[in-house]
């Protein structure tokens, strides 16, 4: 069974850094896509970031190119979006998300129906 465990959201002031963390089992890396996504009241779940090890394919959005950073860590099997220069409209709930033989080239607006496996979701707060 894969489960994905997320963590390490909260209140952070405009600027700051923040750095989520998705623990997760029942799938390696090598062969799977792996995606941050965030979703704010309203709005539909959208990806953000994605990397995948076996097609070498990523999504890096100009939206967030520059101040998000996704990175995998296989020994602790945990994935990791890095956050820096938080602004007022990165406040979301943000969602770890893994699909086995998917590639990143599967991009918004059809990317979030295409994985099957989530994280509980973590709020990320940025106040001025």
């Known amino acids: 069974e894969v489960q994905l465990v997320e963590s390490g959201g909260g209140l952070v002031q405009a600027g700051e850094s923040l750095t989520l963390s998705c623990a997760v089992s029942?799938?390696?890396?090598?062969?799977?896509?792996i995606g941050w996504f965030r979703q704010v009241p309203g709005k539909e779940r959208s990806m953000i970031s994605c990397?995948?090890?076996?097609?070498?394919?990523?999504y890096d959005p100009d939206s967030v190119k520059g101040r998000f950073t996704i990175s995998v860590d296989n020994a602790k099997s945990t994935m990791y979006l890095q956050i820096n220069s938080l602004k007022l409209e990165d406040t979301a709930v943000y969602y770890c998300?893994?699909?086995?033989?998917?590639?990143?080239?599967?991009?918004?607006?059809?990317?979030?129906?295409?994985?099957?496996?989530w994280g509980q979701g973590t709020q990320v707060t940025v106040a001025s």
């Open positions: 990397f995948s090890r076996s097609d070498r394919t990523t």
């Open positions: 029942g799938l390696t890396f090598d062969d799977a896509a």
């Open positions: 998300g893994a699909e086995r033989d998917l590639s990143c080239l599967v991009r918004p607006p059809i990317a979030t129906p295409a994985y099957d496996r």
